[in-house]
């Protein structure tokens, strides 16, 4: 194999870092997870690089010097100027963190939202070489979407499109979200909101689930598990998940009229709580949605990692046509 002819993707979540060796066709040859702590945009930024300069020492490139490397982010980013503005309102710090990567690595680097970012992904190697029109959903610690209508997708004048996990959809409990609101999507049917809804109704349901100690989160898994042997705390909280999933995703159906729904994330990924949320579509909603409601054809653990890649490819294919990305 020829030199340049690999890009990095890395992905920085909330929890964890993950960077990996991506060639043209969408094979991550290698890769490697860094767990975290709490973090700022400041030392992210030190984060990555260690991170980054670990990994290139740890088995260095599989084929000579990447040609680009791509960043996917939590949080506000104006991928065309390489701007990372804030991972959330309290944590507020714009760094050109292109530009920063670039001057560190000598190589070209990319920058995009982490679900923005798996959606290029869903472009380039999955279902979105099949349609211009759909939507994407991440489902997992947090709830986000992305809008691609007529080819393009929706960023928004604040490069804050997609944070559908704060809209309320008629499922209530009785929990505020971060954002202020109350029980807003996120709170209901991602894993924290799974979590934090054991925590609030467990005194009111018989449960088999245990309740870790705060810091710790229930497990997905296990509330599906329990829910098929008729726990009857595990069967409210999937039915609330699935109701609310569901009701998100008509009320994006009916403002983007997509032919393709498409979800991802560790909360849908096993494709149990999908079979449920299928059960609360109404026909009538999504008759135009001719491409159904699936989960994503690509590794929904690795989806992030390969939209990184794809960042750092569509990067260089907009340079070479000398425009921005």
Same mark, same amino acid.
């Given at each position: ?227 098929? /042997?008729? *726990? #009857?705390?595990?069967?409210? !909280?999937?039915?609330?998940? +699935?109701? @609310? $999933? ?50 994503? /054809?690509? *590794? #929904?653990?690795?989806?992030? !990692?390969?939209?990184?890649? +794809?960042? @750092? $490819? ?12």
């Amino acid at each position: 194999m020829e030199k340049n002819n690999t890009y990095i993707g890395i992905v920085l979540s909330g929890y964890q870092l993950m960077i990996g060796e991506i060639d043209t066709a969408g094979n991550i040859l290698r890769m490697k997870e860094y767990r975290l702590n709490f973090f700022n945009q400041e030392s992210a930024l030190e984060i990555i690089k260690t991170s980054l300069d670990d990994f290139r020492k740890d088995g260095a490139w599989k084929s000579g010097r990447p040609a680009a490397i791509g960043v996917g982010l939590i949080g506000r980013v104006n991928a065309d100027e390489g701007i990372w503005y804030q991972i959330d309102p309290q944590r507020t710090y714009p760094i050109n963190l292109a530009q920063e990567l670039t001057e560190w690595t000598g190589i070209p680097c990319f920058i995009d939202n982490d679900v923005k970012s798996a959606t290029r992904a869903v472009i380039k190697w999955g279902l979105g070489r099949e349609t211009d029109n759909f939507i994407y959903i991440y489902v997992g610690t947090g709830i986000a979407a992305s809008l691609v209508i007529d080819g393009k997708q929706v960023r928004g004048s604040h490069f804050n499109a997609g944070e559908v996990g704060h809209l309320r959809v008629g499922v209530q409990v009785g929990l505020k979200c971060p954002c202020g609101r109350m029980d807003c999507v996120e709170t209901i049917a991602s894993s924290v909101g799974l979590d934090r809804q054991a925590r609030f109704l467990h005194r009111y349901y018989d449960t088999r689930l245990e309740i870790p100690r705060q810091g710790e989160r229930i497990s997905v898994g296990e509330v599906f598990r329990l829910c098929q /042997q008729g *726990d #009857p705390l595990c069967r409210k !909280l999937v039915d609330n998940a +699935a109701e @609310a $999933m569901a009701n998100l995703i008509m009320d994006l159906v009916r403002v983007s009229d997509p032919d393709t729904v498409i979800l991802a994330g560790e909360v849908v990924a096993d494709g149990f709580l999908l079979e449920r949320i299928r059960e609360k579509l109404q026909a009538v909603t999504i008759r135009f949605v001719t491409g159904g409601v699936v989960l994503t /054809q690509l *590794d #929904p653990r690795l989806i992030s !990692l390969l939209g990184a890649g +794809a960042v @750092a $490819m569509d990067g260089m294919e907009q340079r070479k046509k000398g425009k921005k990305v």
